[in-house]
């Protein structure tokens, strides 16, 4: 099976409020973890990454979170806007694997006006 | 500067019939990729080319699939004959430097491949 999962398939969000989007992953090799947004009809879109030497980062409007204790990543996405309607992705990889990715199935947020 | 380009964005096609899509990346990236995302599930990879190398191949059904990316610039990934199964997005996507775990892939639009 798959190393990286979602907790939820689905997020609906009011506007301004944040968003936390949660993530699992089983290969504890991992030290490198890469959360995604893709838009219906485009490809992913990288949003922030982090090593697993750091525990968080943040970017703008967005924050990820790892816990390395429970194997878990989480992406806050700060004051959502309708334009953060996506499916987010977490995707994490390992020094040996030369950029292999591991994606996870994908949140579906949706943002309510 | 121009993102990953793909062609054609949409094919429908029967089962057991060919069909081949093309990647261009972005202008000096040395890594390649092509992935396949079934609808509902994240991309999962199929093959990744360093300049006109092949790096990972291990996840390609070689008996249908094949990709080549001749001069290390442009790719095409080939399904040749066609399942039912391989309906999906094929998205390519490329990288600056050698493909190592912190190099930022930027992804394509994708083709949509729907086998009837």
């Known amino acids: 099976g798959e190393s990286v999962g979602l907790h939820l398939p689905t997020l609906s969000v009011q506007e301004g409020d944040n968003s936390i989007i949660n993530c699992a992953y089983s290969n504890s090799a991992s030290d490198y973890f890469i959360w995604y947004k893709q838009e219906s009809g485009k490809g992913p879109q990288f949003i922030i990454d982090?090593?697993?030497?750091?525990d968080k980062r943040q970017g703008q409007r967005v924050t990820v979170l790892l816990n390395k204790t429970v194997k878990h990543l989480s992406l806050q996405i700060a004051a959502t806007q309708p334009g953060d309607s996506a499916v987010y992705f977490c995707a994490e990889t390992h020094g040996g694997s030369q950029g292999n990715l591991i994606f996870g199935k994908g949140t579906k947020l949706s943002v309510k006006p | 500067e121009a993102g990953v380009a793909q062609s054609p964005r949409y094919k429908i096609i029967e089962k057991r019939q060919s069909v081949a899509f093309w990647c261009n990346p972005i202008s000096g990236h040395a890594t390649l990729y092509w992935y396949q995302q079934i609808l509902g599930q994240g991309p999962k990879l199929l093959i990744q080319f360093q300049n006109n190398g092949v790096v990972d191949d291990s996840q390609l059904p070689k008996d249908r699939f094949s990709a080549e990316r001749l001069k290390g610039v442009d790719s095409t990934l080939k399904i040749q004959p066609a399942k039912l199964e391989d309906s999906a997005v094929y998205l390519c996507?490329?990288?600056?430097?050698?493909?190592?775990?912190?190099?930022?892939?930027?992804f394509g639009p994708g083709t949509r491949l729907t086998v009837l």
């Open positions: 982090i090593r697993s030497n750091m």
């Open positions: 996507a490329s990288s600056l430097a050698v493909g190592g775990p912190v190099d930022t892939q930027y």
